[in-house]
């Protein structure tokens, strides 16, 4: 397993993973994101714009330090890019600040909460608007999960590269190469399809099989995904770890990994994007709110 760097250090990148001389990453989009906020709040009328619903970032928890320090820093990213936007984070167990307790705090009478979380299922559907519909002072919205996008097939594609991956190889070498997409895993359905597209978006990205597989709850595991790739020839397997940030589970899937290992998402500038993407989108009505589950996952 490969080291990753700090999520605070990304390098900026053409789509080759070359990167671009004397541009300091996302210093444009940082500007122009700066410029956008504070231009929001100008009305055309001259007088007061209502605060914008406050975005709550709901992290599941764990019990690695780890985790809490990356949505932490995924956190800060979004505030950087968004400086006038009141931003908090929420967690549905096992850290604090626990959801209710975030949602009980807001000096905003609305939020859009965000899913950290990467395809439908359980907490999406049922969790986190029941924890919403708890507060009905509240006038809140509940976003789609981060996947499937291809914001999180960028984030891959970055920190494969970090691991080791190579932007340019040669035919044999891409025949022989394969990738796993390790993910949490769940009893929903819904669940496996958002990672079945996610992988699929990395194969079209990367030009070699992308086999999704799961660290529980679902099939296949990643040691049963990296014999599959093995039995069709593919024997140069990396594992793409699809998770927010570290964990138990990521770590147990990047240690079945023959070749290298890829860190968690992260806190990638990419992320921060598409947390404000999902924002945005729920808070203009654009994106309909996740159907409530009807069993668990």
Known sequence: MTASRSPHDEPHTRPGGRPLRGVHPDSTAHLMNRISSQLSLVPRDGGPRPAPPALVMVAHGSRDPRALATVRALAERVRELRPMLP???????????????????LDTGEAVLVPLLLSRGYHVKQDIPEAAAAFPELSTRVAAPLGPHPLLVETLYARLVEAGWRTRMSD???????????AAGSRDPDAAVDTRRTARLLAERLGVPVVPAYASAAAPTVPAAVRALAARGRHRVAVASYFTAPGRFATECATAAPWIAAAPLGAHPAMARLVLHRYDRAAAGTEPAPKHALASA
């Not at 044999?172 to 390790?182: K, N, P």
């Open 172 to 182: 044999a070498t891409r025949r022989a190469s394969g990738v796993v997409l390790a």
């Open 87 to 105: 931003v908090r984070l929420g967690h549905i167990e096992l850290n604090e600040p626990l959801l209710p307790g975030t949602l009980a705090s």
